[in-house]
């Protein structure tokens, strides 16, 4: 297995981890939305350092947005970045090379 698939597989799993910590606030009705103060920062800069570049930052801005608002802590949103980076991205440069 490649550095590269490496890099991509671990970085899938710690969105999968990262997104789970970031619906924990649902298993405490009302309370665990306040824990949402602390990870809404922390997960926007995760993101950032996970993916680099404008696309990292525009998606740290997301995620913290996602987080910061009540109930919008369903959406995956380092899932769906993992998605876009790497299956979704990929596709689009396969198909223009085409």
Do not use: H, N
């Not at 490496?6 to 924990?24: P, T, V, W």
């Amino acid at each position: 297995m490649s550095i590269t698939k490496d890099k991509k597989y671990k970085q899938l799993f710690l969105g999968l981890l990262f997104d789970a910590i970031g619906m924990l606030s649902f298993a405490i009705p009302f309370i665990g939305e306040f824990s949402d103060i602390i990870w809404a920062p922390l997960s926007g800069w995760l993101m950032t350092r996970m993916y680099k570049g404008k696309v990292g930052q525009a998606a740290g801005v997301v995620t913290f947005i996602e987080e910061i608002i009540p109930g919008l802590d369903v959406i995956p949103t380092f899932t769906i970045m993992w998605f876009y980076t790497y299956v979704f991205k990929k596709s689009k440069k396969q198909t223009i090379q085409v």
